[in-house]
């Protein structure tokens, strides 16, 4: 939930500011419709073609144009939402079976909903959902395990669904962004010497897995990858306390190079959320780490070098 809402976070700044100026560019916003007698649309994603995938109401739905809604079929009258969309217009999301147990599901087209196997097979048990996918079709997101423990998972055609673990081979992890060669990134839970306990960015690329590490501080989370292979996300700049949230800044990771992006004057934290082919950045910025506070206290930022 966290990216969805501060990508909405992103969505109000803008709307607040109408039309945007740009260098030579100039932004238009235009605000995606329902359909009759629906409730209001929910929209995680947007392919390089204009079409975008979401929710609407308790379905999942996707948009060929702001304001022409379709809806997919999810797993029946409960709550299904589409959170990744290819080029290709096949998404990835999730769907309920039952009123406590979630299935990570994929959509062809317009065809009905296909559940992802789990990593735990037993009938009935666990929860999982499918955050993002390429255009190749492979899929990425989380599952539980038999231990009750949450792993980042892919999914493809040729190897079926696979674990992609953790650090240090307990805990939980996530896995968010994927890129066309298949690299991912996400994160996952770390624990020092001292016994405390983290999140930090990861890579998984080749099937290798490598801690992408922090600014200083303790956490850190990635959330986006380009084709490139740059990363965006956050870092935490110094270890907090219960009276001092730790600070965090959003940061690139690029060439083997941790790059502190900085924030406008005035702000002391924030994330990157996404990078594009041509290495723009976009993300908040923001003050009080508290996420009621959080969303009006954000401010959308774009990093581009121009």
């Known amino acids: 939930m966290k990216k969805q809402i501060f990508r909405a976070c992103i969505a109000l ?11 030579p560019h100039s932004y238009f916003l235009t605000e995606f419709t329902g359909l009759p007698g629906s409730a209001g649309p929910g929209v995680f994603d947007l392919n390089n073609f204009g079409v975008a995938a979401g929710s609407l109401g308790e379905q999942a739905a996707y948009w060929s144009s702001p304001t022409n809604a379709h809806l997919l079929a999810g797993l ?3 709550y299904a939402a589409a959170f990744g969309i290819n ?30 196997p789990d990593l735990d097979t037993r009938p009935d048990m666990g929860n999982s959902t499918c955050n ?3 255009g190749a079709a492979a899929k990425i997101g989380t599952s539980q395990t038999f231990s009750g423990d949450t792993h980042a998972t892919a999914w ?15 805990g939980d992890s996530e896995a968010v962004g994927i890129n066309a060669s298949g690299s991912i990134v996400g994160s996952s839970s770390f624990t020092y010497p001292d016994g405390g306990t983290a999140k930090h960015a ?32 956050y870092a935490d700049l110094n270890v907090g306390t219960s ?26 934290r924030g994330d990157a959320y996404s990078i594009n082919a041509s290495g723009a950045i976009v993300g908040d910025a923001y003050n009080d780490p508290g996420n009621g506070a959080r969303l009006a206290d954000s401010h959308a930022v774009l990093w581009d070098q121009g």
Request: glycine fraction near 16%; charged fraction near 15%.
């Open 156 to 170: 493809d055609s040729a190897n079926g669904i696979h674990d992609l673990g953790t650090l240090q081979g307990s």
């Open 202 to 233: 990861v890579l998984w690329r080749n099937g290798s897995l490598m801690d992408l590490g922090t600014l200083g501080g303790r956490n850190s989370f990635a959330d986006a990858i380009n084709d490139a292979g740059q990363i965006v996300g």
């Open 243 to 268: 009276d001092s949230p730790a600070i965090n800044h959003p940061i690139l990771w690029s060439s083997g190079a941790s790059i502190d992006l900085g924030l406008p004057a005035g702000f002391l």
């Open 132 to 134: 993002q996918l390429n």
């Open 76 to 78: 029946g009258d409960l």
């Open 13 to 23: 700044s803008l709307a607040a500011a109408g039309t945007l100026q740009a260098g």
């Open 87 to 116: 080029d290709v217009g096949n998404a990835c999301g999730k769907a309920f079976v039952d009123a406590e147990h979630q299935r990570a599901v994929y959509w062809e087209g317009t065809a009905a909903a296909q559940i992802l």
